[in-house]
């Protein structure tokens, strides 16, 4: 199985730009399709985007279009996600999260569908 490890989190203001990244270690990441999901406190965890084993396809949530960008790099075993003119309301917690199973690509936005996840890095947006 995979480990995933998150970091680049951080506290920006409103319009700044953050680049998270995911360490797998384990098992090579081209065996799996990729997500990020995010949650806030109170609120249930929310998918981000996702991304195919060779990054044929990605998918986002309406939210975060023509703002975030999911990519890899199978090479190093490491997962990005690009967030760009970031919002108050893009502040949580972000996951990382693997699966091997294939499926449809909407089924990638459910967060019960991903068997693999990390610890979380913190991403707080300031007015």
């Known amino acids: 199985q995979v480990q995933l490890v998150e970091s680049g989190g951080g506290l920006v203001q409103a319009g700044g730009s953050l680049r998270l990244s995911c360490a797998a270690s384990?098992?090579?990441?081209?065996?799996?399709?990729m997500g990020w999901f995010r949650q806030a406190p109170g609120k249930e965890r929310e998918f981000v985007a996702a991304i195919s084993r060779s990054a044929y396809w990605t998918y986002y949530t309406d939210s975060v279009k023509g703002r975030f960008t999911i990519s890899r790099d199978n090479a190093k075993n490491t997962l990005y996600l690009q967030m760009n003119s970031l919002k108050p309301e893009d502040t949580a917690a972000y996951y990382c999260?693997?699966?091997?199973?294939?499926?449809?690509?909407?089924?990638?936005?459910?967060?019960?569908?991903?068997?693999?996840w990390g610890q979380g890095t913190q991403v707080t947006v300031s007015s």
């Open positions: 999260a693997a699966t091997s199973t294939r499926l449809e690509t909407t089924y990638y936005t459910d967060y019960r569908n991903y068997a693999y």
């Open positions: 384990g098992r090579t990441l081209s065996s799996y399709t």
